[in-house]
């Protein structure tokens, strides 16, 4: 069983800044891609930015240059940097992991419960 956990959500202004972290737990063997997603009110969901365990990183066009992901493997924790926040990011943030478990030669896509980030004056 793997958890995964966020935080760091919240109301900001545009133009403001806010750090999204996500946890993993639980019968953790190896953790590969790790990413975030992101929801807006009648859309769909959409990638927003993944990293691999090696570190290279792959981001939706509409955050380039706005935000940056990062990770910490010996804490199995995800980050998400956003910067110079605009309306248009406001969406539920979902992480994702692709995980294999101990006991287990397969991978498995594992989703947090999404925590909101609200760009708004």
């Known amino acids: 069983q793997v958890q995964l956990v966020e935080s760091g959500g919240g109301l900001v202004q545009p133009g403001g800044s806010l750090r999204l972290s996500c946890v993993a737990s639980?019968?953790?063997?190896?953790?590969?891609?790790m990413g975030w997603y992101r929801q807006a009110p009648g859309k769909q969901r959409e990638l927003v930015a993944t990293?691999?365990?090696?570190?290279?990183?792959n981001y939706v066009d509409s955050v380039k240059g706005r935000f940056t992901i990062s990770r910490d493997n010996a804490k199995n924790t995800v980050y998400l940097q956003m910067n110079s926040l605009k309306s248009d990011d406001t969406a539920v943030y979902y992480c994702?992991?692709?995980?294999?478990?101990?006991?287990?030669?397969?991978?498995?896509?594992?989703w947090g419960q999404g925590t909101q980030v609200t760009v708004s004056s």
């Open positions: 639980g019968s953790i063997f190896i953790i590969n891609t």
């Open positions: 990293i691999t365990s090696g570190g290279h990183t």
């Open positions: 994702n992991a692709i995980i294999i478990g101990l006991g287990s030669p397969y991978e498995s896509d594992s």
